[in-house]
C-alpha cells in the first residue's frame, strides 16, 4: 500500500507563512508529478501547486509569487512553503500525487492517483 501523509498545517496570522510537507511511503518504484489541492469550505477542491519529477512546477494564479513548491526525491516528499497568507487561503490543504508501484507499472506507464488525508491551514487574526 502507499500512504501520503501531511503536515505543517495550522493557525497563522494574516501576512505570516507556514510550510506543509508530504511524504509518501510503502511500495513505490517511482513517483510521477506531486502537488497540492485545497478546499475551502463551501467550495470545490482546486489545484494550488504541481511539480514533476524534473521539478518543472505550475501554480495557481492566486498563489503565484507567495507559495513555492518544491519536492526531495531522495525522500519521496513535496513540500509547499507559503508566504504572505491572507484570510482567503483558509483551507484544507490536500497533497496528491502519481505513483508507480512497481517496475510493471513503470513499463506499463500506469502509474495510480494517490491523496493524503489532508491538513487545515487557518489564517486568522
Known amino acids: 500500500q502507499v500512504q501520503l501523509v501531511e503536515s505543517g498545517g495550522g493557525l497563522v496570522q494574516p501576512g505570516g507563512s507556514l510550510r506543509l510537507s508530504c511524504a509518501a511511503s510503502?511500495?513505490?518504484?517511482?513517483?510521477?508529478?506531486m502537488g497540492w489541492y485545497r478546499q475551502a469550505p463551501g467550495k470545490q477542491r482546486e489545484l494550488v501547486a504541481a511539480i514533476t519529477s524534473s521539478s518543472t512546477t505550475n501554480y495557481a494564479d492566486s498563489v503565484k509569487g507567495r507559495f513555492t513548491i518544491s519536492r526531495d526525491n531522495a525522500k519521496n516528499t513535496v513540500y509547499l512553503q507559503m508566504n504572505s497568507l491572507k484570510p482567503e487561503d483558509t483551507a484544507v490543504y490536500y497533497c496528491?500525487?502519481?505513483?508507480?508501484?512497481?517496475?510493471?507499472?513503470?513499463?506499463?506507464?500506469?502509474?495510480?492517483?494517490?491523496w493524503g488525508k489532508g491538513t487545515l491551514v487557518t489564517v486568522s487574526s
Open positions: 496528491n500525487a502519481d505513483i508507480m508501484r512497481t517496475f510493471t507499472d513503470y513499463v506499463r506507464g500506469t502509474g495510480m492517483d494517490y
Open positions: 510503502g511500495t513505490i518504484y517511482r513517483v510521477n508529478a
